[in-house]
């Protein structure tokens, strides 16, 4: 019963380096997000992707980038680290049927990134 | 204007005591759904509780429970018997239908609980 996956759960990148965060779900689910937290904060949407083949952008798309090539897989990629990415990474997805409200988000356990 | 508003960056709870953490939340949309997650100091996000813009009857969940007053827009989460496990974050969270067609759900900016023994 994995739900979302997340890793790395740890990284340190140096300003200008690339990476990329995998999310994995075993859900059928056909939404999936990436959101961060910054310290004391709230969690902001990166992108998001409402099935294979099609994203979108959300509030602080800048800096990265995503791709949904299958239902299951939904990775992050950072190009460029800049200080401003420091940050926690959430994953999360959600079965999004019809125009109702009430379809939990799941969330995968985080992924702390560090940019010195 | 914020969609969600937690006026309360933190609390403190006695032990066994109930608590209340605000939420008050700003939308257009006819169709809306209000999310609670705790988030404890090992970072996961945990589902608490949903009410649902067209519900009648307020939300429960074991010791949770939402005070719903939509003319208010408000959604306050009730914690009833304190426990020192629930020492967390709170994150209230709304999704609109169909607001900007991502489903996705925007967070306040969370209330620290502390429950004190």
């Known amino acids: 019963n994995a739900g979302v996956t997340q890793t790395p759960k740890f990284r340190i990148l140096k300003i200008g380096q690339s990476m990329t965060l995998q999310c994995a779900q075993d859900?059928?689910?056909?939404?999936m997000y990436w959101y961060r937290q910054d310290p004391g904060m709230g969690l902001k949407l990166i992108y998001y992707?409402?099935?294979?083949?099609?994203?979108d952008k959300g509030e602080v798309p800048n800096g990265y980038n995503v791709s949904r090539s299958t239902t299951e897989d939904f990775p992050l990629r950072l190009e460029l680290a800049a200080p401003s990415q420091t940050s926690v990474y959430f994953c999360?997805?959600?079965?999004?049927?019809?125009?109702?409200?009430?379809?939990?988000?799941?969330f995968g356990e985080g992924s702390w990134l560090t940019v010195v | 204007a914020q969609k969600i508003t937690q006026t309360q960056p933190g609390m403190f709870v006695q032990e066994k005591e109930a608590v209340t953490l605000d939420c008050t939340y700003d939308?257009?949309?006819?169709?809306?759904?209000l999310f609670w997650y705790k988030q404890p100091s090992s970072g996961e996000m945990i589902f608490l509780i949903y009410?649902?813009?067209?519900?009648?009857q307020n939300a429960t969940e074991g010791r949770y429970s939402l005070n719903f007053q939509k003319a208010r827009k408000s959604a306050n989460l009730v914690i009833s018997a304190s426990q020192l496990g629930d020492s967390a974050m709170y994150f209230c969270?709304?999704?609109?239908?169909?607001?900007?067609?991502?489903?996705?759900?925007?967070f306040g900016k969370g209330t620290k609980l502390s429950v004190i023994p």
């Open positions: 859900m059928n689910h056909n939404y």
């Open positions: 969270a709304m999704r609109e239908v169909p607001g900007a067609g991502s489903y996705q759900l925007t």
């Open positions: 992707s409402v099935g294979a083949g099609i994203t």
């Open positions: 939308t257009s949309d006819p169709s809306y759904g």
């Open positions: 999360a997805s959600s079965y999004i049927q019809t125009s109702r409200p009430g379809n939990t988000i799941y």
């Open positions: 009410q649902g813009s067209y519900d009648q």
